[in-house]
């Protein structure tokens, strides 16, 4: 079942780039270079030290899991999951779940997402994080749009800064298709 499933997925992100609804923007050699350059700068900024990584999924698992293969340091992996429309495009309340699980106090955190775009989910679950008191907080975004921020937040790292598209693949989605395209697209 499973196996179909993922067969289908693949024939419907190929045909939708085949289609042309679909162009990349970022191509995965891109993303990867600036992977391994990040790493390369977290694995000096954080020597000696254990971090832990806390994700936002479902975005975020493609990023942070090559991310951590580059990693020299040792680093604990956390996930939350966020959710803030109540329908497919409508924005409600959020909520985040999994956070109260974890215990982040005294410890050196770095948050990461796939996109920030308005910047509500990322601006609420930093406050929420450092309310837990760990020894340091960082974060870290794929993709940074500016176009729609709605509130006076930056996370501390961006890979990309991309205008204001509506994206899908490498981790993101398009109604929770599309996430295991190997790029960045973009509907045309």
């Not at 977290?42 to 030290?49: A, F, L, S, T, V």
């Not at 329908?87 to 948050?111: A, N, W």
């Not at 490498?170 to 295991?180: A, H, I, P, Q």
Request: aromatic share 10%.
């Amino acid at each position: 079942m499973i196996k179909k499933f993922l067969f289908l997925l693949s024939l419907w992100c190929s045909q939708v780039v085949a289609d042309n609804t679909l162009e990349v923007l970022i191509p995965r050699e891109e993303i990867h270079q600036k992977i391994v350059e990040y790493a390369d700068k977290i694995n000096q900024e954080y020597k000696g030290k254990e971090l832990t990584i806390v994700m936002i999924m479902k975005g975020a698992f493609v990023f942070v899991a090559d991310f951590m293969r580059e990693l020299k340091e040792p680093a604990a992996i956390e996930y939350i999951r966020c959710s803030s429309y109540s329908s497919d495009t409508v924005r409600g309340e959020l909520s985040v779940y999994g956070l109260d699980l974890l215990d982040l106090r005294g410890k050196d955190v770095l948050l990461m997402d796939d996109i920030i775009d308005t910047g509500h989910t990322m601006n609420t679950v930093v406050q929420m994080i450092e309310s837990m008191e760990p020894a340091s907080l960082r974060t870290c975004v794929l993709l940074s749009k500016t176009a729609r921020r709605e509130v006076d937040y930056q996370p501390d790292d961006y890979l990309f800064h991309i205008e204001n598209h509506f994206v899908s693949g490498y981790g993101l989605d398009g109604g929770e298709l599309g996430r295991g395209l190997p790029d960045v697209c973009y509907y045309k």
